[in-house]
T-cell receptor
Framework: KAGVTQTPRYLIKTRGQQVTLSCSPI?????VSWYQQTPGQGLQFLFE???????NKGNFPGRFSGRQFSNSRSEMNVSTLELGDSALYLC?????????????FGQGTRLTVV | DQQVKQNSPSLSVQEGRISILNCDYT??????FLWYKKYPAEGPTFLIS?????DKNEDGRFTVFLNKSAKHLSLHIVPSQPGDSAVYFC???????????????FGKGTHLIIQP
């Protein structure tokens, strides 16, 4: 059974640009969550999608957005990139919405903003 | 304000001995706790979890203990093996009013080094 797939693995963008990251969850998993990992802040919850709807959101500005498609694949978008957005962005999938089932993480997308 | 704290950035343990990783939390609404292990250039891997209705959960060499009154949990690995060298993250979730659970709140991790 394939794991969580995130593309691309690495990305370099310029300040002010926008970026879209993609996540394909484990087959059968309907919930997709996004996290940002930085050396200073650790892993921080961005948002969670279930059945194409955002069900839960962390404390991030509106420049961070996402969506989920009918096949449960999810995309995350960051607009007007800032240097501080440089981070590892991790996607996690789980069977259902927040039913205390463990989340399975992808390898992440390493975003560098220059 | 950090709601989940792992106060030891690193821990060195001799192979074969017990590794004890600690985690403290401040949010009394947390009702589910998880430990993840992370190798460089990989995403976190789920290790073990515990619900707040329990005080201990065991899976092979891994045991998690929860002390709700102290808002403290710990992960015990025994015996420690070289492959256990990784960063360990403690995570917690709270229930949402409408049902389900909130996103995971992570600690900043403890780098466990197993020495031969």
């Amino acid at each position: 059974k394939a794991g969580v797939t995130q593309t691309p693995r690495y990305l370099i963008k310029t300040r002010g640009q926008q970026v879209t990251l993609s996540c394909s969850p484990i087959s059968g998993h309907r919930s997709v969550s996004w996290y940002q990992q930085t050396p200073g802040q650790g892993l921080q919850f961005l948002f969670e999608y279930f059945s194409e709807t955002q069900r839960n959101k962390g404390n991030f500005p509106g420049r961070f957005s996402g969506r989920q498609f009918s096949n449960s694949r999810s995309e995350m978008n960051v607009s007007t990139l800032e240097l501080g957005d440089s981070a590892l962005y991790l996607c996690a999938s789980s069977l259902a919405l927040g039913q205390n089932t463990e989340a399975f993480f992808g390898q992440g997308t390493r975003l560098t903003v220059v | 304000d950090q709601q989940v704290k792992q106060n030891s950035p690193s821990l060195s343990v001799q192979e074969g001995r017990i590794s004890i990783l600690n985690c403290d939390y401040t949010n009394s609404m947390f009702d589910y706790f998880l430990w993840y292990k992370k190798y460089p250039a990989e995403g976190p891997t789920f290790l073990i979890s515990i619900s707040s209705i329990k005080d201990k959960n065991e899976d092979g060499r891994f045991t998690v203990f929860l002390n709700k009154s102290a808002k403290h949990l710990s992960l015990h690995i025994v015996p420690s093996q070289p492959g256990d060298s990784a960063v360990y993250f403690c995570a917690a979730s709270a229930p949402l009013k409408g049902g389900g659970a909130d996103g995971l709140t992570f600690g900043k991790g403890t780098h466990l080094i197993i020495q031969p």
